[in-house]
T-cell receptor, first 118, second 112 residues
Framework: GAVVSQHPSRVICKSGTSVKIECRSL??????MFWYRQFPKKSLMLMAT?????????EQGVEKDKFLINHASLTLSTLTVTSAHPEDSSFYIC??????????????FGDGTRLSIL | SQQGEEDPQALSIQEGENATMNCSYK?????LQWYRQNSGRGLVHLIL?????REKHSGRLRVTLDTSKKSSSLLITASRAADTASYFC????????????FGTGTQLKVEL
């Protein structure tokens, strides 16, 4: 149980393109999803917290107009990297918390999306 | 938010040996979690230890937590080549809205 599917797993595209990444909870409802960015051989940095039906909360230094987050349903959150440039190349990972989980529950992670901007 | 730190950054051991990784953090926490990441993949949850717990076991994994020192350790006993991965601790800070702050990670290599 508690499976999170992230799609696509890999994207290679030209500079200036906008790229959408989907994060789906397959067998549970997620009120909250989190988006992380990871550079090679580095740790995960939280970009934003996505709450169903409301605006995402972005971490300091993350451009909300650059990284658009939509959480329209209890099973889907999307991250759109707008007008992507080579410096946006990275590994993006989402995680989700179950609707009925409170404190002291783990997050469930997707398999990540490798984004490469040429 | 500041990341926690893990040490060592990299660890190379022989199969059958034990591997110990340490994590330090800076804030008051609800719990601390350990995750594993295989190269180029997402994270797999290993163990969650609550702030009022001192030790927890799961199979070959043993986690300790010392909230007075703001530190935790992960012990993998009788390691296998398949344990080769990066291991991260993550803290769920008190009043943090269940956001996780990840440590810098330990890259473990288990050689045959």
């Amino acid at each position: 149980g508690a499976v999170v599917s992230q799609h696509p797993s890999r994207v290679i595209c030209k500079s200036g393109t906008s790229v959408k990444i989907e994060c789906r909870s397959l067998d549970f409802q997620a009120t909250t999803m989190f988006w992380y960015r990871q550079f090679p051989k580095k740790s995960l940095m939280l970009m934003a917290t996505s709450n169903e039906g409301s605006k995402a909360t972005y971490e300091q230094g993350v451009e909300k107009d650059k990284f658009l987050i939509n959480h329209a349903s209890l099973t889907l959150s999307t991250l759109t990297v707008t007008s992507a440039h080579p410096e946006d190349s990275s590994f993006y990972i989402c995680s989700a918390r179950s609707l009925d989980s409170y404190l002291n529950q783990p997050q469930h992670f997707g398999d990540g999306t490798r984004l490469s901007i040429l | 938010s500041q990341q926690g730190e893990e040490d060592p950054q990299a660890l190379s051991i022989q199969e059958g040996e034990n591997a110990t990784m340490n994590c330090s953090y800076k804030t008051s926490i609800n719990n601390l979690q350990w995750y594993r990441q295989n190269s180029g993949r997402g994270l797999v949850h290993l163990i969650l230890i609550r702030s009022n717990e001192r030790e927890k076991h799961s199979g070959r994994l043993r986690v300790t937590l010392d909230t007075s020192k703001k530190s935790s350790s992960l012990l993998i006993t009788a390691s296998r080549a398949a344990d080769t991965a990066s291991y991260f601790c993550a803290t769920d800070a008190t009043g943090g809205g269940n956001k996780l702050t990840f440590g810098t990670g330990t890259q473990l290599k288990v050689e045959l």
